[in-house]
């Protein structure tokens, strides 16, 4: 079952990246689809992000009571936990339910409505123009969300250090630029290009073989967004073993 | 001209198409008919190729299609129009955009030439200014003849009708039936429409295929299917009280 699954699902990308049968229609479905991922998740990356940074500094502020251990360090671990892990995995989780369900829902819909049989009518590569603008759209816009996250983030760590008091504001800024390790950087960034394919390419399989109605939409919509969320913790379970 | 030969279709243990073969003339208006479940939507998409058939051949102007493979069925393709039994227009785009969408891919047409043809092909389905309209806001007759409009912008040789007629008033069902006519008889393309409503089969079939169960029960024109005394066919076409007492003027 798995196998089909795996199958099917390398058979539909190998069909999504052949060649475009004209490049400035599928220009202008990827810039498209930049907006709606990016600019459309702004909002929701913004929120979750500030909040995702004061909970951080409140929480490690707790446990840090010890006089021996300077307070700087609260920003340290703030900028290095958000870098590594929240701000790309709980970025990208909550980017699966908004971007995952939405993808899956839109092609699957054209699926059940014959829109994507219109399109093989036609002679279009219906993988190639659906799915291919999505995951260029994807993988373009997540790294960008993804460093706006941790900016935010700290952001939001220093902001509730300082109004809780946890942590004074030049101890937080002096813990934030001490120490830095770039790699953490490059790991966040290469997570956010995992994530990205992930939730493009596997909600939108869900949604391609779709088959029914408007229940079975829905279906592929939350099948897609379960699925993508367990394959993006299973990503980063392994990111993180190869490159740390 | 479009051969079938042979055409088989399964869906797990359903054996849906038996053995179908049958021509479909250019300049004709070919009517699949049959009742519910009988393989006609399954047939005509065996032979536009959105379904594999296991065993049979497709061909169009007797190029094997069903031996093709993607990229070899694209020049063929580009000969062919499709109206959906539900339109299957592009929620996304508006009337205008729907029907420039295969000149968008497939020519390198200007865009006020693109216009032109858009437009040209709104006017043959008596659609004028409905151009920056989305499918949401029209009727669905209008829908039918937005999708019919974008069926012909390609100018094709082939024009597949799935249920040109379901879900329409008994005008518009005219209109649309004419429509698809005159298309066919001004063009001289090659037009395969699958439908149950007796009207269209009497007002449009030149040659009609009757399925029953998944095999070819009947073929003829619809001058014909008034006195034939194939019980399968009769019992179909003249089910209602109307047809029964239109039957005896016929």
Known sequence: MIFTHLGKYILLLQASFKKPEKFKVYWSEIMREMVSIGIGSLGIVCIISVFIGAVS??????????????????????????????????????????????????????????????????????PGYLILPKIIGGVTMFPLLIILSVCLSLFGGYIAGSASG???????????????????????????????????????YQGYYTSGGALEVGQASTRGVVMSCIIILCADYLIAQLML | MIEIKDINKTFGDKHVLKGISAVFNQGMSNLIIGGSGSGKTTLLKCIVGLHEPEKGEVLYSNENFTKMDFEQ???????????????????????????IFPLNLFTEMSISEKRDRANYCLEKVNLKNTNKLFPSELSGGMKKRVGIARAITMQPKYLFCDEPNSGLDPKTSIVIDELIKDITDENNITTVVVTHDMNSVMRIGDNILFLHEGQKWWQGSNKEIAHTDNPELNSFVFASKFMEAAKEKL
């Open chain 1, 166 to 204: 946890a942590v004074s504001p030049n101890d937080f800024i002096i813990g934030l630029t001490t120490d830095f390790n770039p790699l953490f950087a490059r790991i966040a960034l290469i997570k956010a290009l995992v994530f990205a394919f992930i939730i493009t390419s596997v909600s939108a």
């Open chain 2, 73 to 99: 069925r694209i020049p063929i393709r580009k000969e062919i129009g499709m109206l959906f039994q539900n339109s299957a227009l592009f929620d996304s785009m508006t009337v205008e955009e729907n029907i």
């Open chain 1, 57 to 126: 500094t409140v929480q490690t502020a707790f446990q840090l009571v010890s006089n021996l251990i300077p307070r700087s360090i609260i920003g340290g671990i703030t900028r290095d936990s958000a870098i590594l892990e929240f701000s790309p995995t709980i970025t990208s989780l909550v980017l699966a339910g908004r971007v995952g369900s939405s993808i899956a829902s839109q092609i699957g819909t054209m699926r059940v409505t014959e829109q994507i049989d219109a399109l093989e009518i036609m002679g279009v590569n219906a």
